[in-house]
């Protein structure tokens, strides 16, 4: 049977995931490979890509279009005969960066709506290897996101969108462009930046090489996808006025606006969205999938379904016991990235409240220490926007526990509400690519006739009472820690 459907590509920080997602936005195949963010290089993730597309044995199915969508700030630099111009970040890379972070980094900012952390984003890595290793400027093509370069894979075609080029700090939000005023003031060639489209616009199609590599149809058309956060509240029905939670690795909050809001304090992150003349505001909760998967793993917890059993037996509170073991109330300025990356702590990630937590204890405490994160950073865009929210939607791996999400709306006390496909960013992603196709005649359509809403979970009263004291004593301890 010849299945009907659109094809997406997902090349998070911890996996590249395909999924075969048919008109209905339903998940007909999906094929999952982990990788290793920290240790993550081009030639290693490329064969991980292909042979992800070939484990889902589609070359019978009737694929209307491709899509692809990639953890955010990741990029690659190309060259002429298409290979990759490889680097070591290092101290000199990291004081460069400060250096540009000092001169440019206020103005990056308020043009991008994110700072240049040295040895991460592009803003701050480009002027390093243009000063101190001009030749591998020299050879670049083009710099492309990682989606980009997914999509530049399969079809031979250097394109970017606003929702990925954003993350370099070499972007101007407000404009839907790069900042050619920032990137002349650096030196920076101007060829090596690539065209900027709309979401879902016709991008190239599979090439002949790319078809025997990969058994998909020769000719499939690619359209532009997006960044997986934005394609995640896309796979939601976001829309303006309303806040939702991408729970994966890390848990970014966003919201949609209709005019690009900047915080003052430069904690925040302000995107562009999938959707032309709408923005986002966004404040991350950090590290809080990864800190779940470390108990998982550290403790060595059959699944995950053992995990929020033996978490759900220990009452509101986990006995006494915080964690900070990556998630934080974001604040996206230097002086965070001056800390420990994995929080805003400047000490090791830590466990409070008792000296022997049994297992149990700490991964109830990770749970809930997650969920007080994604509170503080919920209130702080409440701050900044002028907001306020009757609740929150959840998509994402997180979003999978029960425990989790109930927790979730314990301590937040709005309802939490679900679609019936977690993966939303495969959902959003999909619909960008029946929207290109033609499939639907608009991303509303599209919206309508593919996401659907699963669970509505209700705050008890009684309990978010005990957790707001709880989330008090968590603030408190994190600041006595943290100094700040």
């Known amino acids: ?193 690539p065209k900027v489209i709309s979401n879902s616009s016709r991008i190239g199609e599979i090439t002949e090489k790319i078809a025997k590599i990969t058994d998909l149809p020769r000719g499939t058309p690619v359209y532009m996808g997006g960044a997986d956060t934005q394609c995640g509240l896309l796979g939601m029905g976001v829309k303006k006025g309303e806040v939702a939670a991408v729970g994966g690795t890390t848990t970014p909050i966003q919201m949609i606006t209709d005019s690009p809001i900047f915080d003052e304090k430069r904690k925040t992150w302000t995107n562009n969205y999938l959707i032309r003349n709408k923005w986002i505001l966004e404040s991350n909760a950090g590290y809080t999938g990864s800190a779940v998967r470390w108990a998982r793993d550290e403790y060595g917890f059959e699944d995950y379904c053992q995990l929020n059993g033996e978490a759900g037996s220990i009452p509101i509170g986990s006995n006494g016991v915080f964690s900070y073991l990556g998630c934080h109330i974001f604040d996206a300025g230097p002086e965070y990235w001056a800390m420990d990356k994995l929080g805003d702590l400047p000490v090791p990630q830590i466990l409070t409240g008792k000296n022997d937590p049994n297992r149990a204890e700490v991964t109830r405490s990770i749970i809930e220490s997650n969920s007080y994160a994604v509170r503080g950073n919920l209130e702080q865009l409440k701050e900044i926007s002028g907001a306020d929210f009757e609740y929150i939607k959840f998509c994402g791996g997180n979003s999978k526990s029960d425990l989790w999400m109930q927790t979730q709306a314990d301590i937040l006390g709005i309802p939490v509400i679900i679609p019936e496909v977690r993966d939303g960013t495969a959902i959003g992603t999909a619909v960008l690519a029946s929207f290109g196709s033609g499939y639907y005649a608009s991303i509303e359509e599209a919206v309508s006739e593919m996401v659907r809403f699963r669970d509505h979970i209700s705050s008890d009263k009684k309990r978010h009472v005990e957790y707001s004291k709880q989330y008090i004593k968590w603030l408190e301890t994190r600041r006595r820690i943290s100094n700040r």
Request: with cysteine; glycine share 6%; charged share 20%.
């Open 1 to 193: 049977m010849v299945e009907d459907g659109f094809l997406v590509i997902d090349a998070g920080s911890g996996s590249v995931k395909t999924f075969l997602v048919n008109p209905l936005g339903v998940i007909t195949r999906q094929a999952e490979i982990d990788w290793n963010r920290e240790t993550w290089t081009a030639k290693e993730g490329w064969p991980l890509i292909v042979n992800s597309i070939k484990s889902l044995n589609i070359e019978a199915s009737n694929i209307h279009g491709i899509s692809v969508t990639s953890m955010r700030e990741e990029f690659i630099l190309i060259d002429e005969e298409d290979g990759v111009n490889q680097y070591n970040l290092s101290q000199e890379s990291n004081a460069h960066g400060e250096k540009t972070l000092k001169k440019y980094g206020a103005i990056m900012y308020d043009s991008s709506g994110h700072w240049p952390v040295p040895n991460w984003i592009a803003g701050a890595v480009l002027p390093w290897l243009n000063e101190k290793h001009h030749a591998i400027i020299q050879k670049t093509k083009s710099i492309l996101m990682l989606s980009d370069w997914v999509n530049y894979k399969l079809t031979g075609e250097a394109f970017t969108d606003a929702t990925s080029a954003c993350e370099t700090a070499l972007f101007d939000v407000r404009r839907n462009n790069w900042s050619w005023d920032i990137i002349n003031e650096l030196n920076l060639p101007s060829a090596i930046f």
